[in-house]
């Protein structure tokens, strides 16, 4: 069964940084594709960054040159280092597999708040 827990999130001044944490309990996460997602209210969910099994990633335009996304196989963890934050990243952050399906589960988020 997945389990996804993420953590990290906090309110932060804009051009500061905070590290979000995301655990996977299930088996699933050495062998997919995994990706941080984000939703601010009123706004569908979306795709902030992707990183393979073999460490590949892809950065959605927005935060592209301030996320950074890395991942510990050997622990079940993916990570989100963002930098230069600005209140348009203000959202629940999520973490999940890569492409998602309506058969996945999400877990409760991690709320960012980027805010003077």
């Known amino acids: 069964q997945v389990?996804?827990?993420e953590s990290g999130g906090?309110?932060?001044?804009?051009?500061?940084?905070?590290?979000l944490s995301c655990?996977?309990?299930s088996v699933m996460f050495s062998i997919y594709r995994m990706?941080?997602?984000?939703?601010?209210?009123?706004?569908?969910?979306?795709?902030?960054?992707?990183?393979t099994t073999g460490g590949t990633t892809e950065y959605g335009d927005s935060?592209?040159?301030?996320?950074?996304?890395?991942?510990?196989?050997?622990?079940n963890t993916v990570y989100l280092q963002m930098n230069s934050l600005k209140?348009?990243?203000s959202a629940v952050y999520y973490?999940?597999?890569?492409?998602t399906s309506p058969a996945l589960s999400w877990g409760q988020g991690t709320q960012v708040t980027v805010s003077s």
């Open 23 to 25: 655990a996977e309990t």
């Open 10 to 19: 906090g309110l932060v001044q804009p051009g500061g940084s905070l590290k």
């Open 3 to 5: 389990q996804l827990v």
């Open 63 to 75: 935060v592209k040159g301030r996320f950074t996304i890395s991942r510990d196989n050997a622990q």
């Open 35 to 51: 990706g941080w997602y984000r939703q601010a209210p009123g706004d569908q969910r979306e795709l902030v960054a992707t990183i």
């Open 95 to 99: 973490c999940n597999f890569y492409p």
């Open 87 to 89: 209140p348009e990243d």
